[in-house]
């Protein structure tokens, strides 16, 4: 836990549960786009939000900080909200982001979250949004990970996933899957092509401390 010093005022920062860590997304969201706007209004507005998602600093405070204050705060508010060992969510590693539809709307995420577990575990909004980040994170991707089986299951019995010959022979064609449903976590298993001139020469240090491979010379 940190202290940091806004407007006059300590605040100890402590991770978010998971309405405020869908708040600081939200606001970092609209921060970008701000940004690349160069709209300077929205770029303070969504910085005060993403530092109003997990300490409870007022507007007017904010607004008499000093820049270097505000900078140090936001920092921390980043650092203490980061998913603790994220990497092991395929779904935040190979996820890509969905396409927008015609009614979304700044706070829809949040929404989605609580509709996406609500509907699969009957919970209320306030005991969805009181979930640890990771913890959600992790029952939404098994969610995900169901309705793309019962999907599958359903394009098996149609006849639009078959491929028919002449002879009316069938050749299945399985629905495809989200890539981060495809790669698989564990680094070991990751197979890379590298051209010879690309390896090391001399010994190459193991993940287990030894040095008693010799790599090739690349020559």
């Not at 990497?87 to 995420?109: C, E």
């Not at 989200?178 to 564990?186: A, D, Q």
């Amino acid at each position: 836990m940190k202290t940091v010093h806004v407007g006059g005022r300590d605040y100890e920062v402590s991770r978010a549960r998971l309405g405020g860590y869908l708040a600081q997304q939200c606001a970092e969201a609209r921060l970008e786009d701000a940004v690349s706007r160069t709209d300077e209004s929205a770029v303070c507005e969504m910085l005060f939000s993403i530092l109003a998602s997990t300490i409870p600093a007022t507007r007017e405070s904010f607004d008499s900080a000093p820049w270097q204050g505000i900078a140090e705060a936001i920092s921390a508010v980043r650092a203490v909200n980061r998913i603790p060992d994220s990497n092991r969510f395929s779904i935040l590693r190979f996820g890509q982001k969905g396409h927008v539809v015609p009614w979304d709307y700044p706070d829809r995420a949040r929404i989605l979250w609580v509709h996406q577990l609500g509907r699969a575990y009957g919970w209320t909004a306030e005991e969805i949004l009181n979930l640890w980040p990771e913890d959600a994170i992790g029952l939404l991707q098994e969610i995900v990970a169901d309705e793309q089986f019962d999907n599958e299951f359903v394009h098996s019995l149609s006849e639009l996933s078959y491929d028919w010959n002449k002879q009316g022979h069938g050749k299945y064609r399985p629905l495809d899957r989200p890539g981060w449903m495809r790669v698989h976590l564990n680094p070991r298993q990751v197979v890379t092509r590298l051209r010879k001139t690309g390896l090391p020469v001399g010994v190459v240090i193991t993940g287990d401390g030894h040095g008693d491979k010799q790599a090739p010379t690349g020559n």
